[in-house]
């Protein structure tokens, strides 16, 4: 009988390797067969994949992968089609299978339609709305678009930006910039564990209530319809917010905010722990940095 210990200087035996090797295997069995949430009613990953492929094949009506995921009526009839053949299959992961399966060049349907549409005019409220759910769920914008929980959160806050775009236009916006590489999550906002909170604000509100903005360390982003106006950090987020809508020391900010009013101003706020590394300027400036070099707001100078 072959011997199934660890030696005892840490090196796995024959058997011990064997006995990890088929809990692997068991493991990543497992996993297919869960893919798509389904659990024990899909025998395996290729099932899965069968099921996303005929839903697709029978209701894309010439459109791409990406249309179906952005079109409410495509993608209704996309998971209809799917829960006819597994009834319990999970919405937001038949999304995510079947936007994979494009990726991988294993979707057997032609795709014959084409919709060619500008989106300059309102790109800045995807990318306000791609970057707010990754803030706030440290989620892509394929993911996001993928849940309809996620996808709804977004349709909100973009067309809260621009109120005349209809949502599947903003979408496909989004989609847009992520083809583009233009979002991909800050580098400082993916390792700063500190105890963030994102509050986002009317500005006019702030200015009748200031006591709604904590008087802890962060960073603040001014937007609006037209996009991002400004990006700044504090020590005091309160007090430095308050005097830019007093009257902003930044005169460009300023120039804009008199003659533009607060009317449709939103104040984004990350908020940081008051005994987090954000008590320090220089890591609340790398923060700052990072966030305008990737959204290029308006009114600030290049770090």
Same mark, same amino acid.
């Given at each position: 009988?072959?011997?199934t ?10 058997g011990? %390797?064997?006995?990890a090797?088929a ?7 497992? *996993? ?5 949430g389904?659990?024990r009613? $899909?025998?395996s ?14 209701v &894309?009506d ?12 495509l #993608?209704? *009839?996309?998971? *209809?089609?799917? &829960?006819? @053949?597994?009834? #319990? =299959?999970d919405?937001?992961?038949? #999304?995510?299978?079947?936007?994979? $399966?494009?990726k ?8 014959t339609?084409?919709?060619s549409? %500008?989106h300059?005019d309102? +790109? &800045?409220?995807?990318?306000i709305? =791609?970057? =707010?759910?990754?803030?706030?769920h440290a989620? !892509? ?8 929980a $996620?996808r709804?959160?977004?349709?909100? /806050? ?8 209809a949502?599947?236009? $903003?979408? %496909? =916006?989004? +989609?847009s @910039?992520?083809?583009?590489?233009r ?8 390792v700063?564990?500190?105890?963030k909170q /994102?509050?986002? +604000?009317?500005?006019?509100?702030? +200015? ?9 360390p ?7 319809? !037209?996009?991002?106006l400004? /990006?700044?950090?504090s020590? #005091?987020?309160r007090?430095?917010?308050g005097q &830019? @809508? ?5 005169? !460009? ?7 533009e ?7 984004e706020?990350h908020?940081f722990?008051?005994?987090?590394n954000?008590? %320090? ?7 700052? !940095? ?5 959204r ?8």
């Open positions: 009988m072959r011997d210990r660890m030696r005892t200087d840490g090196r796995a035996t024959d011990s %390797r064997r006995l090797k809990g692997m295997i068991g493991w990543l069995g497992l *996993a297919a067969a869960t893919t798509c389904w659990g009613e $899909l025998e990953r290729d099932r899965c994949e069968r099921v996303v492929q005929q839903a697709f094949s029978a &894309h010439g459109w791409s992968a990406d249309e179906v995921l952005v079109r409410d009526d #993608n209704a *009839a996309f998971i *209809a089609r799917c &829960h006819s @053949l597994a009834p #319990n =299959a919405e937001a992961e038949l #999304n995510w299978a079947l936007l994979n $399966l494009r991988a060049g294993k979707l057997q349907a032609t795709v339609r084409r919709l549409q %500008r300059e309102y +790109l &800045h409220a995807a990318e709305a =791609a970057r =707010a759910m990754y803030d706030q989620e !892509s914008i394929d993911r996001v678009l993928c849940s309809p $996620l709804r959160e977004f349709d909100r /806050i973009a067309r809260g930006v621009t109120p005349d775009v949502a599947e236009r $903003l979408r %496909r =916006a989004a +989609l @910039l992520r083809k583009a590489r979002l991909r999550p800050e580098l400082v906002v993916r700063a564990a500190w105890d /994102i509050l986002t +604000l009317p500005a006019s509100e702030i +200015l009748a209530d200031p006591q709604r903005i904590p008087m802890s962060g960073i603040y982003i001014f937007r609006d319809h !037209s996009g991002y400004y /990006i700044g950090e020590e #005091n987020v007090a430095r917010v &830019h @809508l007093d009257h902003s020391d930044r005169k !460009s900010l300023a120039h804009y905010l008199w003659h009013g607060l009317d449709g101003v939103e104040v706020l908020v722990a008051r005994d987090s954000a008590r %320090r300027k220089e890591m609340r400036r790398a923060y700052e !940095s990072e966030l305008i070099a990737s290029r707001p308006r009114f600030n100078v290049a770090p």
